[in-house]
């Protein structure tokens, strides 16, 4: 094959991988299993109670993240009589090395009692990370998963006020009715 070919199949086969690899990706985050920032177990029944999870990826070190916890939190108590449920993935708690790990979760603790965003706030797992996590790189990051673990919706990526998250959940709870 000359060169020009080689080019020409190179350049078409990843043209192919770049336009069909999101239709690849995995629309579950099920099966998993991870503990939570109080040390508790979880695996993917925690969706099942819901009708819709906003699922928001967080980091410790991020203010956008932090400045919208407040108000996830709101809507975590407002919403959840209509069947919505919310749920963190702190991303930046290790446990490579014991004390970074320690320090970690106390902020992120910390964080979830400063800014009242009591709903259940998960450590990043591997299966939580090959599910849906390995490819994301913008905290915050948020997407919507049905009672069964489907990933329903679009992805947001940024920061959203209460009123703006307000909008997007009523549109994506329409989804799942």
């Given amino acids: 094959m000359n060169k020009r070919v080689s080019r020409i199949v190179v350049i078409t086969l990843l043209l192919i991988v ?13 099966p998993f299993w991870t503990i939570g920032i109080n040390m508790e177990e979880y ?5 099942a109670p819901y009708k819709l999870t906003l ?9 956008p993240c932090l400045q919208e916890m407040p108000a996830l939190g709101e809507l975590y108590r407002e919403y959840a009589d209509q069947g919505l449920g919310i749920i963190g993935i702190v991303t930046d708690v290790f446990d490579k090395d014991e004390r970074f790990f320690k320090a970690n979760l106390n902020t992120a603790g910390f964080i979830v009692d400063h800014t ?52 997007v959940i009523e549109s994506t709870l329409k989804l799942v009715e």
Avoid: M
């Fill in 18 to 30: 770049v336009t069909v690899s999101p239709l690849l990706a995995n629309k579950k985050l099920a």
């Fill in 43 to 47: 695996d993917e029944s925690i969706f």
């Fill in 55 to 63: 699922v928001n990826v967080w980091a410790t070190f991020c203010p």
């Fill in 116 to 167: 009242k965003a009591n709903y259940p706030h998960l450590l990043l797992s591997d299966d939580l990370y090959n599910l849906r996590l390995k490819n994301s790189q913008v905290v915050p990051e948020t997407f919507f998963v049905d009672s069964r673990g489907n990933i329903v919706g679009e992805t947001h990526y940024g920061a959203k006020t209460k009123a703006a998250w307000k909008k």
